[in-house]
């Protein structure tokens, strides 16, 4: 059985970089069967799709955050990362990996969430 | 972007209640939307994929209908450990958006 793990810094200053990394056990983030997501939920904004990451390296990310995103793989650690450049306030909030079959942007099984606060 | 709205906000129910939440499209989706439940401090779970087609594992008492714009979730036979917030979300388009959630809680 699948399971995803969200690591990294739960405190970021403004205006630095977030850096995420999603550890996946019980499958490959080399498969083809696959888009490995990234979705946040703030009180403010609710559940927000940032954007996925194919085996293949192609991705997809939210046009409101496409600017500030970088997503990667890590495959010798079997990791997906998540990178998001000049952060505010406004990016506080719980940060999700999740798993969709291709094709199918139903995300199943998510990453138990990590919290990250933007403050000085 | 297409926009998700769910109704209504919060319900108050009863174990053993019948209950239908609504998740209304502000655009034509197909059948590509998906229900979530999340209970506080975890990650959402998938109910309902495909509109009405039930994940493994997720009990027979949830079912899904709709297409188009129009979608509801029906849980029949409230259950304690149904209580949770709920979650639509659209798969038709990117951006993919969720609506804003339905809270579910014990009368």
């Known amino acids: 059985q699948v399971q995803l793990q969200e690591s990294g810094p739960g405190l970021v200053k403004p205006s630095q970089t977030l850096s995420l990394t999603c550890t996946v056990s019980?499958?490959?983030?080399?498969?083809?069967?696959?888009?490995w997501t990234w979705i946040r939920q703030s009180p403010g904004k609710g559940l927000e799709w940032i954007g996925y990451?194919?085996?293949?390296?192609?991705?997809s990310y939210n046009p409101s955050l496409k600017s500030r995103l970088t997503m990667s793989f890590d495959t010798s650690k079997n990791q997906f990362s998540l990178k998001v450049t000049a952060v505010t306030a406004a990016d506080t909030a719980v940060y999700y990996c999740?798993?969709?079959?291709?094709?199918?942007?139903?995300?199943?099984?998510w990453g138990q969430g990590t919290l990250v606060t933007v403050s000085s | 972007d297409i926009q998700m709205t769910q109704s209504p906000s919060f319900v108050s129910a009863s174990v053993g209640d019948r209950v239908t939440i609504t998740c209304r499209a502000s655009?034509?989706?197909?059948?590509?939307l998906a229900w979530y439940q999340q209970k506080p401090g975890k990650a959402p779970k998938l109910l309902i994929y495909s509109a009405s087609s039930l994940q493994s594992g997720v009990p027979s008492r949830f079912s899904g209908s709709g297409s188009g714009t129009d979608f509801t979730l029906t849980i029949s036979g409230l259950q304690p450990e149904d209580f949770a917030t709920y979650y639509c979300?659209?798969?038709?388009?990117?951006?993919?958006?969720f609506g804003q959630g339905t809270r579910l809680e014990i009368k």
């Open positions: 999740a798993r969709a079959p291709y094709g199918r942007m139903f995300f199943d099984p």
């Open positions: 655009q034509g989706i197909g059948s590509w």
């Open positions: 019980g499958g490959s983030v080399t498969s083809d069967e696959y888009q």
């Open positions: 990451i194919y085996y293949s390296g192609s991705t």
């Open positions: 979300q659209q798969a038709n388009s990117f951006p993919l958006t």
